[in-house]
């Protein structure tokens, strides 16, 4: 029976592995402390955002604020379009892709689940029986689920 000591040269071509990564790319590239590269703030506040971001594939950023609206932030930290609902949102936007199609997802404080197109346009929206704080989530064949505080119901709606 032959035993191969696999270890030994799995250490070594990771070894090598980083070597070659650290001669190849310049240090700037490896994380480490980050400089702040600019600040967007909400109606006037930076303390009033909750939501997570979500970023599109240009690298469109989407955010929510307790000043009720949904912003699209430029990846230079420009706002593109904000988008008003008639509550705080702390749900974090979802971005989904169909047919060529993107959209927005968030739900909002006033009850509702809105669908927004790329250009911050509202293309539909969804009224529950309680506030939205969680996210949105989207399955693959496009079926947008979201939590909300009403007592034993959930909902969900195909996406339109």
Known sequence: MVCENRLGSNLIFLMV??????ALCPL???AGEGAMKWEFPA???????RSSPAIGPDGTIYVGSDDGKVYAVQPDGTKEWEFE???AVSSSPVVGYFGGVLRIYVGSEDKKVYAIDSDGKEQWNFETGGIISSSPAIS???II?????????ASCRERV
């Open 85 to 87: 609902t008639g509550g």
């Open 17 to 22: 592995v980083l070597s070659l990564l650290s």
């Open 145 to 153: 689920y979201v939590g909300s505080e009403e007592i034993g119901r």
């Open 28 to 30: 700037n590239l490896w």
């Open 140 to 142: 693959n064949s496009g």
């Open 43 to 49: 109606d006037g506040s930076v303390d009033k955002i």
